[in-house]
């Protein structure tokens, strides 16, 4: 069973309500993790100021520990696409949103903005 089928199966069986909350879920799990990272990286200076070595490990385990989160987010993320996208008008306007937000985003990478 590939991976696609998988996703599916997985999302026929909770349905789109129960994977809503999951992606919530999962979501601030990656939050969390993330939010340790800054951290570690605004503290960084003062890691290598004083040579700690744990919290220069640190920044390995963190980066894992986002792989496995975003893993997860991405695998409930897929499945809530899987059910959304059988709906052609939805699908259309998710789309449609999508279009419109990454075009916002380009223009702000023109104007030299990163936020």
Known sequence: MNLQEKIALIAD???LNIQICKLGEEGAELGAVIAKKYVLIQSGELAQ????????????????????????VLLVARQIEYLML??????????????????????????????
């Open 13 to 15: 069986y909770y349905g």
């Open 49 to 72: 100021k004083y040579d700690y070595p744990a919290a220069q490990r640190e920044f390995g385990h963190v980066d894992f520990s986002i792989s496995e989160e975003l893993a997860d």
């Open 86 to 115: 059988r709906d052609e008008k939805l699908a259309e306007y998710i789309e449609r949103i999508m279009n419109a937000k990454a075009a916002r985003q380009i223009e702000r990478i023109k104007e030299g903005r990163k936020q």
